[in-house]
């Protein structure tokens, strides 16, 4: 049978967000069946999402659901904060992707009631501002905080990332994880560099996320 072009960008859309999940794994964001991922499906009116109760180390292409579920099938449906992700995506037409996952450090520092500081190249990528902290994670909590931000923290509950492309938030979900570790290590009394300097610094590094992500899933994205 031969492929149509509308298959082949939804087969590789389901492709790349199995290449995510196995990035996050790499990156400490595995661990447990929780959290998502939500990509505007290339094609329709809907996005593809994880499913629920499968962990970012079990995710493969053909896992993958749509939002909303075309239903039929009991034993596959999204993960449980698909829709609130679907219905923040459709708001935003300047953004395809959005990464939740309860990482450890994230969910740690979202704790410490602190802003987060550029300690770090990545963070230059985050701050400033500092990403807001949720206590909500609804849509329109979401559609504030990430209105001039691209992640945010979600309080006891690890992060959220978008992005233009899937690989973005990826990176940023990566970046924002590593930027957590590195600030509850250096503790509340470190200081990072001035507002004007890390602007200075991410304004000559604009292609930094997208070349981690490719970096990331060549080095990372392979399945066992």
Request: glycine share 10%.
């Amino acid at each position: 049978m031969i492929e149509t072009s509308e298959a082949r960008r939804v087969r590789a859309a389901r492709e790349q967000v199995a290449t995510a999940c196995a990035v996050l794994v790499a990156s400490g964001h595995g661990g447990a069946p929780s959290g998502g991922i939500v990509v505007r499906d290339p094609d329709h009116d809907d996005v593809l999402a994880t499913p629920a109760g499968v962990a970012f180390e079990e995710v493969r292409a053909e896992d993958l659901v749509r939002v909303p579920s075309a239903g039929g099938d009991r034993d596959r449906v999204p993960w449980n904060g698909a829709a609130v992700a679907a219905a923040f995506l459709r708001a935003r037409a300047d953004l395809t992707a959005l990464v939740h996952t309860h990482a450890l450090h994230a969910t740690a520092f979202s704790i410490t009631g602190r802003a987060l500081r550029a300690l770090s190249h990545e963070g230059c990528h985050l701050v400033p501002p500092a990403p807001s902290c949720l206590r909500r994670a609804g849509v329109a909590e979401l559609t504030a905080a990430l209105e001039r931000q691209r992640a945010c923290l979600l309080r006891g509950h690890g992060l959220v990332a978008v992005g233009e492309q899937l690989g973005e938030a990826v990176a940023l979900a990566v970046y924002l994880e590593r930027s957590c570790q590195l600030d509850l290590l250096a503790g509340a009394e470190a200081y990072g560099a001035s507002d004007g300097a890390v602007r200075d610094k991410r304004a000559g590094q604009r292609k930094r996320p997208a070349m981690s992500w490719r970096y990331l899933a060549r080095t990372q994205g392979r399945r066992g």
